[in-house]
């Protein structure tokens, strides 16, 4: 498999467009779905930004501040380095605030990593939502699918919340540190609201 060449240093990337919002999509490559680490990657996400209304980064940016409807991260491992990404939409007025946040508590969670509470509630969540994505026979075929793909082991259904229950915060906060720098990021902004620092 052809390994994808992480970026050397951070990059922005803007598009002015005559709109009231500015979409902000911000990512780097980061693992192979088959990656040891992807477990402690997962739940780590759900407590900084996949976790919905929960997440560090919805609480901060649109209960906190109302600079959103909605901002959500994600891993998206692929048999090669497969993408982090954080996405969000704001008006334009607040569109450099809002980035700054981003980046600002990106760096904090590599920084402290998290708590045993947010660790458990983060497991809780995973938990209780796995039996509802293997309830039909399509979804239990897309894992089948995924798991001759990736190459994962045959027991992976049966093992999941195992895996889960196994994530410790050390791994979370070591994983993270590991597959993310906000220093080699790349930073994509699509609107009216951003001015790109000249090097």
């Known amino acids: ?27 780097q490559a980061t693992l192979r779905r088959d990656n040891p680490d992807y477990e402690a990657l997962y739940v780590g ?11 560090i980064l919805m609480k ?7 600079l959103t409807y909605g901002v959500y991260s994600s891993f998206a491992p692929m048999q090669a ?9 704001t008006r334009n007025e607040q569109a450099q605030e809002a980035l700054n946040l981003i ?10 990593g998290i708590t045993e509470q947010q660790l458990q509630a983060a497991k809780d969540n995973i938990l209780g939502s796995f039996p509802l994505s293997t309830s039909s026979n399509s979804s239990i075929l897309a894992y089948l699918g995924s798991m001759g793909f990736y190459n ?7 093992s999941f919340n195992q895996r889960i229950n196994n994530v410790t915060t ?19 902004t699509v609107g009216q609201g951003v001015t790109v620092a000249k090097k």
Do not use: C, W
Request: no cysteine; glycine share 8%; charged share 25%.
């Open 60 to 66: 901060e940016l649109r209960e906190k501040r109302g």
């Open 152 to 158: 994962l082991p045959l027991d992976y259904l049966d």
């Open 45 to 55: 996400n759900e407590i900084f930004g996949g976790g919905g209304f929960g997440s």
């Open 1 to 27: 498999l052809t390994k994808v060449t992480p970026l050397a240093k951070a990059l922005h990337k803007h598009l002015a467009f005559p709109s009231q919002q500015t979409h902000i999509t911000i990512g």
């Open 103 to 112: 980046r600002t508590h990106l760096k904090e969670f590599l920084k402290t």
């Open 170 to 188: 050390e791994q979370v906060k070591t994983a993270f540190r590991k597959h993310l720098n906000p220093d080699k990021m790349l930073t994509v």
């Open 81 to 89: 380095e497969g993408p982090f990404i954080i996405n969000l939409s």
